[in-house]
């Protein structure tokens, strides 16, 4: 059997960050303006190490160039995915993202930038921002240009448990108060179409508008929830999205729940609870990665997780669920 890869997280201060990363998970945060835990990433802005055992101090991405076996020999430079808490005590920019033709073509070869949300908590009432209402592109740039940003933006109502999946192209901002678990391509690749005229140090923060009309798509269409879930004695699994670049699944046990690992890799997170794994302590705020070849895993106690294996899953794979 292989060791699981715990992981410690970096953190990211930010104009609208706040300090719920460390009173809801007891995070060792920088200051009571971070709102970002990149808690499994192998990305050149934020490279977790492991925490402990037989590859303690080496960083996720040395592994990934290093050990390539414990990721089942997937192909590819970088650690295909990402996973980071986002708090946002302030509302964020909103913004696009490019797929991986344009982000390639632009931005020196990067990866573009696929992503969803887990909403781990919201206020009463909260909303977010995913889409537009512009009939077509002509008039994706015509309401930019003309800064129509009440008649541009789509808010839809969130609350706690709430899942959206964000394609390239589609508009999107966390407003403030929510707070969510991302799974994305490990990609920083962001474009700011509007920044409700904040400064940072004194100065407007750069938004990326000529960048954002071209990958904004029109009109636009809401992705799909397809959720497919299974049960056992004290024990739920729900998928809750399956795409070309991850599979994310939530894991409910109030008992325990034991699996076999046949995938190249499963990023693990604890979003709430406690129990263990294979005897290991975890807990709210724990993160781990369960390696190729790891065999069977048993998890135990009362906790929430959410799982997330790299690209489309196959129709052998929804033996997991």
């Given at each position: 059997m292989r060791e699981i890869l715990f992981l410690e997280p970096v953190f990211k201060e930010m104009i609208w960050g706040g300090r719920r990363l460390k009173d809801v998970y007891g995070y060792d945060i920088p200051g009571d303006d971070t709102g970002e835990c990149w808690a499994i990433s192998a990305h050149p802005s934020g490279d977790c190490t492991v925490r402990?055992?037989?590859?303690?101090?080496?960083?996720?991405?040395?592994?990934?160039?290093?050990?390539?076996?414990?990721?089942?020999?997937?192909?590819?430079?970088v650690f295909p995915l990402l996973i980071?808490?986002?708090?946002?005590?302030?509302?964020?920019?909103?913004?696009?993202?490019?797929?991986?033709?344009?982000?390639g073509l632009h931005e020196n070869g990067a990866l573009g930038k696929t992503e969803c949300w887990y909403i781990l908590d919201a206020p009463l009432g909260g909303e977010i921002v995913i889409g537009h209402h512009a009939k077509d592109h002509e008039q994706v740039e015509e309401m930019i240009r003309g800064k129509k940003w009440d008649s541009f933006i789509r808010k839809v109502p969130v609350k706690k448990g709430d899942f959206f999946q964000i394609n390239p192209g589609c508009v999107h901002a966390i407003k403030g108060g929510t707070l969510i678990l991302e799974t994305q391509q490990n990609s920083?690749?962001?474009?700011?179409?509007?920044?409700?005229?904040?400064?940072?140090?004194?100065?407007?923060?750069?938004?990326?508008?000529?960048?954002?009309?071209?990958?904004?798509?029109?009109?636009?269409?809401?992705?799909a929830n397809d959720f497919c879930t299974?049960?056992?004695?004290?024990?739920?699994?729900?998928?809750?999205?399956?795409?070309?670049?991850?599979?994310?699944?939530?894991?409910?046990?109030?008992?325990?729940?034991?699996?076999?690992q046949v995938h190249p890799f499963i990023n693990v997170s604890v979003i709430d609870g406690e129990g263990t794994v294979d005897a290991h302590p975890v807990r709210k705020g724990c993160h781990f990665i369960l390696p190729a070849d790891y065999g069977i895993c048993r998890?135990?106690?009362?906790?929430?997780?959410?799982?997330?294996?790299?690209?489309?899953?196959?129709?052998?794979?929804?033996?997991?669920?």
């Amino acid at each position: 059997m292989r060791e699981i890869l715990f992981l410690e997280p970096v953190f990211k201060e930010m104009i609208w960050g706040g300090r719920r990363l460390k009173d809801v998970y007891g995070y060792d945060i920088p200051g009571d303006d971070t709102g970002e835990c990149w808690a499994i990433s192998a990305h050149p802005s934020g490279d977790c190490t492991v925490r402990e055992g037989r590859f303690q101090g080496m960083s996720l991405s040395g592994l990934w160039n290093s050990r390539r076996e414990l990721f089942g020999g997937l192909s590819g430079e970088v650690f295909p995915l990402l996973i980071k808490i986002i708090d946002a005590r302030d509302d964020l920019s909103i913004q696009v993202h490019p797929d991986d033709t344009y982000a390639g073509l632009h931005e020196n070869g990067a990866l573009g930038k696929t992503e969803c949300w887990y909403i781990l908590d919201a206020p009463l009432g909260g909303e977010i921002v995913i889409g537009h209402h512009a009939k077509d592109h002509e008039q994706v740039e015509e309401m930019i240009r003309g800064k129509k940003w009440d008649s541009f933006i789509r808010k839809v109502p969130v609350k706690k448990g709430d899942f959206f999946q964000i394609n390239p192209g589609c508009v999107h901002a966390i407003k403030g108060g929510t707070l969510i678990l991302e799974t994305q391509q490990n990609s920083d690749i962001t474009y700011r179409v509007y920044d409700y005229d904040r400064l940072s140090g004194g100065s407007p923060r750069q938004l990326h508008v000529e960048q954002s009309i071209d990958v904004i798509k029109a009109p636009f269409v809401p992705a799909a929830n397809d959720f497919c879930t299974d049960e056992g004695d004290g024990w739920n699994i729900t998928r809750l999205v399956s795409c070309p670049y991850y599979s994310v699944y939530k894991l409910h046990l109030e008992q325990s729940y034991e699996f076999e690992q046949v995938h190249p890799f499963i990023n693990v997170s604890v979003i709430d609870g406690e129990g263990t794994v294979d005897a290991h302590p975890v807990r709210k705020g724990c993160h781990f990665i369960l390696p190729a070849d790891y065999g069977i895993c048993r998890f135990e106690g009362s906790m929430t997780l959410i799982c997330s294996i790299p690209g489309l899953e196959t129709a052998e794979d929804t033996a997991w669920l």
